[in-house]
């Protein structure tokens, strides 16, 4: 208690003031000017001072005051209102209209127990009334046409509510440099036409509401940002929620190097909470829903929060940062979870998304249907969430880059149907520890993504692009590039998939992994204008899907003369699918022909038809697969399957000389028969003729051997020579010849013609 010489009774600060006859207003006034302020210094304001509904146009300044009981202002009109380094158990200003500032300066705010007045007081339970607030500093529809400056001030209501100023109207701004409130500061629906700045405060209310700011409205900004003013640094510090759904900022928001904690797995901030909806989020450090500001908002630098931080539907004129920013939330032990660190859903921001150096220790980060005005950057961000969905942006649009680089990242990637307007880039980006599940597991979902210009898992210096489950890139497309050079790539247990990109679209597409994958790779159906490999592709451990895939040409071409090129494509095509498939065999060959070469398109295909024969054995029993394989054999030999057509005539000419040649050597042993010749058969020159009147016909071997070979046409040799023992067999073999010949000539051409065709 101070020492009784300092005692003032309010009631006789008051009573000059109120009855202005008795000149007592003058002992106020500063002597020097003619200024309407009522200074009060060091002094003990006993009793209470009860100005409400009072109408005057004075200025209160208390200075190094205490007072016993709350000052009382409420629907009173005054000029101004100070307290500066004085000691309150509260203020009433309810419906206060004060023409200039009210200011609260390095003062403290204690409500003290023991009273049940229902205003800046502690209330027992069974004295409280409906729509009787309990609050230390209640300034509930106020109208304040300068600022309210509450610097340094100490406002203790562990019990009840620091601040109610629900709809105050503030003219100038909001002012709480290193304001320290123990309780709820209540302000919905205030509005302000400056900035509200918080910069360096401390508000404590763990178990709600630290600030409920629903509806605000500021002119300028919302600034929660580090206090450097003085030898100290002072960061932003709450501990509680942070409630600011629906609030409209005119300028920025500001939390760089703010300390945000609301309590986890403790009781639940808002009863209205406890439902089974999954999109929840129960213990948010910030609730910031349909949000609207025309500047940043930073969360930036530093910023430590434990809870969720929840903009949904929010609007954003400006950027949002997370730079260097740090948001842990405890892992949901069983579904729906509710451990979100990070939940955007639906939100627009038309500036950059910038999150470099972001780390999440625990808990997603949620994006779904977000729009982004500029670029996604978050480079060696750091987001942890072992077998869950770490990233989750699916629907998400971006009008410039995604920018996901050099980043460690335990759990799923998804951006499943994202549209980028630029490139999609995870250079040097590691993604492991996947969610599993039964059909599938990949690290990195991006299926049905769409990029106006290229899609890039590479690598980025010495660190390479790793998707410990493997990637899936199913329906995705790049109006440029997709790229996989020096990419590492595993598959998940069960599915075994290294790189899903079945209906892949892409100007050029490269497939150049530093090692091969560990699992089968899918490109069915999947198009591509230029494509590049290397060996280590063509290496994956369970095969490639190739059915449907189309590409117009290699990166790096097969030279005419290139043979060993053409073998080693065929044979890598060969050794990667499971099982004879015809269509990557005509594909390379179309692709081949298109540029020219031919004679390697050729060979393609007869290789193909190899293939494709000894495929057909080996689905048959021994008897038939050994047709097969002759029938095989024979058209390999002869026509090259129809893509060798020199290989006949070959062996026409082969077979011409030799038969030329035999029965040319050759002797007829009807010669020297004379009751063979004399009685049936003329001797002409070396032979006999079997009809007398072909006595006119010349022995000419080699056309007898070309009619022999050639069915169908007679060149007038064929059955007219007489012919019996060895020389019968040998023309009957050569006859035989023709027509195996023919057939598998035949055979092959016709099957050119529709491939051709």
Same mark, same amino acid.
């Given at each position: 208690?101070?020492?009784?010489?300092?005692?003032?009774?309010?009631?006789?600060?008051?009573?000059?003031?109120?009855?202005?006859?008795?000149?007592?207003?003058?002992?106020?006034?500063?002597?020097?000017?003619?200024?309407?302020?009522?200074?009060?210094?060091?002094?003990?304001?006993?009793? /209470?001072?009860?100005?409400?509904?009072?109408?005057?146009?004075? *200025?209160?300044?208390?200075?190094?005051?205490?007072?016993?009981?709350?000052?009382?202002?409420?629907?009173? /009109?005054?000029?101004? *209102?100070?307290?500066?380094?004085?000691?309150?158990?509260?203020?009433?200003?309810?419906?206060?209209?004060?023409?200039?500032?009210?200011?609260?300066?390095?003062?403290?705010?204690?409500?003290?127990?023991?009273?049940?007045?229902?205003?800046?007081?502690?209330?027992?339970?069974?004295?409280?009334?409906?729509?009787?607030?309990?609050?230390?500093?209640?300034?509930?529809?106020?109208?304040?046409?300068?600022?309210?400056?509450?610097?340094?001030?100490?406002?203790?209501?562990?019990?009840?509510?620091?601040?109610?100023?629900?709809?105050?109207?503030?003219?100038?701004?909001?002012?709480?440099?290193?304001?320290?409130?123990?309780?709820?500061?209540?302000?919905? +629906?205030?509005?302000?036409?400056?900035?509200?700045?918080?910069?360096?405060?401390?508000?404590?209310?763990? &178990?709600?509401?630290?600030?409920?700011?629903?509806?605000?409205?500021? #002119? #300028?900004?919302?600034?929660?940002?580090?206090?450097?003013?003085?030898?100290?640094?002072?960061?932003?510090?709450?501990?509680?929620?942070?409630?600011?759904?629906?609030?409209?900022?005119?300028?920025?928001?500001?939390?760089?190097?703010?300390?945000?904690?609301?309590?986890?797995?403790?009781?639940?901030?808002?009863?209205?909470?406890?439902?089974?909806?999954?999109?929840?989020?129960?213990?948010?450090?910030?609730?910031?829903?349909?949000?609207?500001?025309? #500047?940043?908002?930073?969360?930036?630098?530093?910023?430590?929060?434990?809870?969720?931080?929840?903009?949904?539907?929010?609007?954003? +004129? +400006?950027?949002?940062?997370?730079?260097?920013?740090?948001?842990?939330?405890?892992?949901?032990?069983?579904?729906?979870?509710?451990?979100?660190?990070?939940?955007?859903?639906?939100?627009?921001?038309?500036?950059?998304?910038?999150?470099?150096?972001?780390?999440?220790?625990?808990?997603?980060?949620?994006?779904?249907?977000?729009?982004?005005?500029?670029? *996604?950057?978050?480079?060696?961000? =750091?987001?942890? =969430?072992?077998?869950?969905?770490?990233?989750?942006?699916?629907?998400? /649009?971006?009008?410039?880059? *995604?920018?996901?680089?050099?980043?460690?990242?335990?759990?799923?990637?998804?951006?499943? +149907?994202?549209?980028?307007?630029?490139?999609?880039?995870?250079?040097?980006?590691?993604?492991?520890?996947?969610?599993?599940?039964?059909?599938?597991?990949?690290?990195?979902?991006?299926?049905?993504? &769409?990029?106006?210009?290229?899609?890039?898992?590479?690598?980025?210096?010495?660190?390479?692009?790793?998707?410990? #489950?493997?990637?899936?890139?199913?329906?995705?497309?790049?109006?440029?590039?997709?790229?996989?050079?020096?990419?590492?790539?595993?598959?998940?247990?069960?599915?075994?998939?290294?790189?899903?990109?079945?209906?892949?679209?892409?100007?050029?597409?490269?497939?150049?992994?530093?090692?091969?994958?560990?699992?089968?790779?899918?490109?069915?159906?999947?198009?591509?204008?230029?494509?590049?490999?290397?060996?280590?592709?063509?290496?994956?451990?369970?095969?490639?899907?190739?059915?449907?895939?189309?590409?117009d040409a290699l990166r790096h071409p097969i030279g005419l003369e290139n043979d060993r090129a053409v073998d080693k494509r065929i044979s890598q095509l060969r050794e990667a699918m499971p099982g004879y498939r015809p269509g990557p065999y005509d594909q390379l060959a179309a692709m081949l022909r298109t540029s020219g070469n031919e004679e390697h398109a050729d060979t393609v295909?007869?290789?193909?038809?190899?293939?494709?024969?000894?495929?057909?054995?080996?689905?048959?029993?021994?008897?038939?697969?050994?047709?097969i394989r002759v029938w095989s054999r024979l058209q390999r030999w002869m026509v090259g399957y129809g893509y060798r057509p020199v290989r006949a005539l070959g062996w026409l000419i082969g077979l011409l000389v030799a038969g030329s040649m035999y029965f040319w050597l050759g002797h007829d042993s009807c010669l020297e028969d004379t009751q063979t010749g004399a009685n049936a058969?003329?001797?002409?020159?070396?032979?006999?003729?079997?009809?007398?009147?072909?006595?006119?016909?010349?022995?000419?071997?080699?056309?007898?051997?070309?009619?022999?070979?050639?069915?169908?046409?007679?060149?007038?040799?064929?059955?007219?020579?007489?012919?019996?023992?060895?020389? /019968?067999?040998?023309?009957?073999?050569?006859?035989?010849?023709?027509?195996?010949?023919?057939?598998?000539?035949?055979?092959?051409?016709g099957r050119m013609i529709r491939r051709d065709g």
């Open positions: 208690m101070p020492d009784v010489r300092y005692h003032l009774p309010a009631a006789d600060l008051v009573r000059p003031l109120l009855e202005p006859g008795s000149g007592g207003l003058r002992r106020w006034r500063r002597q020097s000017t003619n200024a309407p302020i009522v200074p009060v210094e060091n002094a003990y304001i006993t009793g /209470k001072l009860d100005l409400r509904g009072a109408d005057l146009d004075f *200025l209160f300044r208390f200075e190094n005051c205490r007072f016993e009981f709350p000052p009382d202002v409420r629907e009173a /009109k005054l000029l101004g *209102l100070v307290f500066r380094r004085c000691w309150l158990p509260g203020l009433r200003a309810r419906n206060l209209r004060s023409r200039n500032d009210v200011r609260l300066i390095r003062s403290v705010v204690q409500p003290m127990p023991g009273t049940n007045e229902g205003e800046t007081a502690v209330q027992r339970e069974d004295s409280r009334e409906r729509g009787i607030v309990d609050a230390a500093l209640n300034l509930t529809d106020a109208v304040i046409e300068g600022s309210v400056v509450l610097t340094r001030t100490v406002i203790d209501s562990v019990h009840g509510r620091a601040i109610q100023a629900d709809r105050l109207k503030i003219s100038g701004a909001f002012l709480a440099y290193r304001l320290r409130a123990d309780g709820e500061v209540r302000v919905p +629906g205030m509005w302000t036409g400056g900035n509200v700045n918080l910069s360096g405060a401390v508000l404590r209310n763990p &178990k709600g509401f630290a600030l409920d700011g629903n509806g605000l409205y500021v #002119g #300028g900004s919302l600034l929660c940002d580090v206090d450097n003013f003085g030898s100290k640094r002072q960061p932003f510090n709450a501990r509680g929620v942070l409630h600011l759904p629906s609030a409209r900022v005119n300028g920025d928001i500001v939390f760089r190097g703010a300390d945000l904690r609301s309590p986890q797995r403790g009781p639940i901030a808002v009863n209205a909470w406890e439902s089974s909806d999954p999109y929840v989020d129960p213990w948010p450090a910030l609730v910031a829903d349909r949000l609207r500001v025309d #500047g940043n908002v930073e969360l930036s630098d530093g910023l430590a929060a434990v809870g969720t931080l929840r903009m949904l539907n929010a609007r954003i +004129g +400006g950027t949002l940062r997370l730079a260097r920013a740090r948001i842990t939330v405890p892992r949901g032990p069983i579904e729906p979870y509710y451990d979100r660190a990070l939940h955007l859903d639906g939100s627009e921001i038309s500036g950059d998304f910038e999150a470099t150096g972001l780390r999440v220790p625990s808990g997603q980060v949620r994006m779904a249907d977000v729009s982004i005005g500029g670029n *996604l950057l978050a480079a060696r961000a =750091h987001l942890q =969430h072992a077998e869950r969905d770490v990233l989750s942006a699916r629907r998400m /649009k971006v009008a410039g880059n *995604l920018h996901l680089t050099n980043c460690s990242i335990e759990g799923t990637l998804r951006l499943q +149907g994202t549209d980028v307007g630029g490139s999609v880039e995870l250079f040097g980006t590691e993604v492991v520890q996947p969610m599993r599940r039964p059909q599938t597991s990949f690290s990195v979902d991006l299926r049905t993504v &769409k990029a106006g210009r290229n899609i890039s898992l590479t690598f980025s210096n010495d660190r390479s692009f790793r998707a410990e #489950g493997g990637v899936n890139m199913d329906g995705a497309s790049a109006a440029r590039r997709i790229d996989l050079s020096g990419a590492v790539l595993g598959s998940g247990a069960g599915h075994d998939i290294a790189l899903n990109a079945s209906d892949l679209e892409a100007d050029e597409l490269v497939l150049n992994p530093s090692v091969p994958p560990q699992g089968r790779i899918l490109l069915r159906h999947a198009h591509c204008r230029s494509l590049e490999d290397n060996d280590a592709f063509w290496e994956t451990e369970r095969g490639i899907d190739l059915e449907g895939f189309r590409y295909l007869f290789r193909k038809q190899q293939y494709r024969y000894e495929a057909l054995a080996a689905g048959y029993g021994l008897f038939r697969a050994m047709g058969l003329l001797k002409i020159g070396a032979r006999c003729v079997v009809n007398s009147q072909d006595s006119g016909m010349e022995w000419n071997p080699i056309w007898y051997t070309a009619d022999l070979l050639v069915p169908i046409v007679d060149f007038g040799n064929k059955g007219r020579w007489y012919m019996h023992g060895w020389d /019968k067999w040998v023309s009957d073999g050569f006859v035989a010849m023709g027509w195996i010949l023919a057939t598998t000539v035949a055979a092959g051409a």
